[in-house]
């Protein structure tokens, strides 16, 4: 019998699915199900029918897995920030590892690549650097209240994260264990304050109110602090008093920063910046490099398995005395800095004019002579003309956005035949949608798991490749 869309099924999950879903079989028909783990006995209702898929909606767990756990956060099962909090941390790392190898065999048709296990993150909670809080006008009710008979009011001054799929309305976090225990700390302060002082937060329909973000950033290697308070006018009057207040409160905190964003826009970059106490930026490091983090600027959000994804990478390219190396996609520069070290000279490549500043500042400011950047979109500037200028690459990084390299790219790269390559992926998917062309040209020895967002289902890949001999 064919499922219907508002059926209720009971199934057993037997595996751990793309995007952190568990996936069972009912009437062998695969039924994707958010929020359980392998070895759950579950009933859920289906909300999606596909031909050869459904999802469902987790109504009741029956039978629990064996290696279900109690999260540590209250908000777990609802915040969109945490989705793998009922499992051990070792089965996560587990189940990432088993969704790269299978996008490698079944995607990029590699049957014979070593896939490594997993390379896990030293800390499985309080690893992130930054964490972008949001306020509202309107707060994300429990399940018990949305399944209420009784009206339940949603209004509130509420702080903390969006909740799945909504702009509008924000769960108000009780507690927050990605960032330092400073971080929930200073964003409950500024609730509180804001309640006692009657500072409205920002609101998504009618575009009133003042608070509309909190931004936190801490260095890892450094005892540098930021708090960036995004608003929606510039009051000094209301913003002075709350930036002297969380001095008093938290002596940790070096610069605090005011964004303000009088726009329609939902970002946190506002279009005036103000800085109210402090330098404006934070110091962090990353291999032997030192870099000034600006409130808007990107820096990577694990610092320390940052640090090893980039000693993967660096292994994997095996530089030489003399070598050329290209970086595709270099962002603000952190990579071909690491590089850098055993390199002969580095280009980085970047589509951001922005991130291309950046890290020519940084080169700059690390006293780094032997990289240089160009601005442009990849499949526009990497060019033959590109390659006669600044020499043929003896190794090639590629490090692209979630959707992977555009074709032109992909193809350019078969063409100009580089002896090495490696290819750094945070959604290893297109990346072996990628590897499965290159593979027509190079060989991809290896694979290397690593994992930078514990309790999510996050996983960034590392890919070592090989010029094929002729």
């Known amino acids: 019998m064919a499922l219907k869309k508002g059926q209720e099924v009971t199934l057993t999950i037997t595996g751990a699915a793309f995007k952190g879903k568990g996936v069972g079989k009912v009437d062998?028909?695969?039924?994707?199900?958010?929020?359980?783990?392998?070895?759950?006995?579950v009933r859920g209702r289906i909300i999606k029918k596909k031909k050869s898929f459904c999802e469902a909606k987790l109504l009741e767990i029956i039978e629990p897995s064996t290696d279900r756990i109690e999260p540590l956060c209250q908000h777990a099962n609802v915040c969109g920030g945490c989705s793998w909090q009922h499992l051990p941390y070792a089965k996560q790392a587990e189940y990432k590892g088993q969704q790269v190898e299978d996008h490698v065999r079944r995607i990029a048709g590699l049957s014979e690549t070593k896939v490594h296990p997993t390379l896990a993150c030293d800390q499985e909670l309080y690893y992130r650097n930054k964490m972008e809080y949001s306020f509202s006008t309107r707060r994300w009710l429990t399940e018990a209240e949305i399944q209420s008979d009784e009206f339940v009011d949603d209004s509130a001054f509420a702080a903390g994260l969006h909740a799945p799929g909504r702009f509008d309305k924000?769960?108000?976090?009780?507690?927050?264990?990605?960032?330092?225990?400073?971080?929930?700390?200073?964003?409950?302060?500024?609730?509180?304050?804001?309640?006692?002082?009657?500072?409205?937060?920002?609101?998504?329909?009618t575009h009133e109110g003042f608070m509309?973000?909190?931004?936190?950033?801490?260095?890892?290697?450094?005892?540098?602090?930021?708090?960036?308070?995004?608003t929606n006018a510039d009051e000094p009057s209301i913003i002075?008093?709350?930036?002297?207040a969380l001095l008093k409160e938290f002596p940790i905190i070096s610069t605090i920063i005011n964004n303000i964003n009088d726009t329609k826009s939902p970002t946190s970059v506002g279009r005036i910046q103000k800085v109210l106490h402090g330098p404006g930026y934070i110091v962090d490091k990353i291999g032997g490099h030192s870099f000034k983090i600006h409130p808007n600027a990107f820096f990577q959000t694990n610092t320390l398995q940052a640090e090893h994804l980039y000693e993967?990478?660096?292994?994997?390219?095996?530089?030489q005395d003399g070598d050329v190396v290209y970086d595709l996609y270099c962002g603000v520069g952190t990579l071909s800095l690491f590089?850098?070290?055993?390199?002969?000279?580095?280009?980085?490549?970047?589509l951001v004019e922005v991130a291309v500043e950046n890290a020519k500042f940084n080169a700059e400011e690390n006293k780094v002579d032997n990289v240089s950047f160009v601005q442009g979109d990849m499949k526009d500037v990497f060019t033959e003309e590109m390659v006669e200028e600044f020499g043929a690459p003896d190794v090639l990084i590629t490090d692209p956005p979630r959707v992977g390299m555009h074709p032109d790219v992909v193809e350019r790269l078969k063409q100009l035949k580089v002896p090495r390559l490696v290819y750094v992926s945070c959604n290893s998917s297109t990346m072996a949608r990628d590897l499965q062309e290159l593979s027509e040209v190079y060989e991809v020895l290896e694979v290397q798991p690593v994992d930078m967002f514990p309790q999510t289902y996050h996983v960034e890949a590392v890919a070592k490749l090989r010029l094929k001999s002729s």
């Open 28 to 41: 062998g028909m695969a039924v994707f199900v958010h929020g359980t783990a392998p070895g759950d006995t």
């Open 170 to 205: 924000i769960l108000n976090l009780n507690e927050c264990h990605l960032q330092r225990k400073e971080s929930f700390a200073i964003l409950d302060y500024v609730r509180s304050y804001c309640v006692e002082h009657d500072i409205p937060a920002y609101d998504a329909y």
């Open 212 to 230: 509309r973000h909190l931004m936190i950033r801490n260095a890892h290697h450094t005892e540098d602090f930021m708090v960036n308070i995004v």
């Open 240 to 244: 002075q008093p709350l930036a002297d």
């Open 312 to 319: 993967v990478a660096r292994n994997y390219a095996d530089l």
């Open 339 to 350: 590089m850098s070290e055993k390199a002969h000279k580095v280009l980085g490549i970047e």
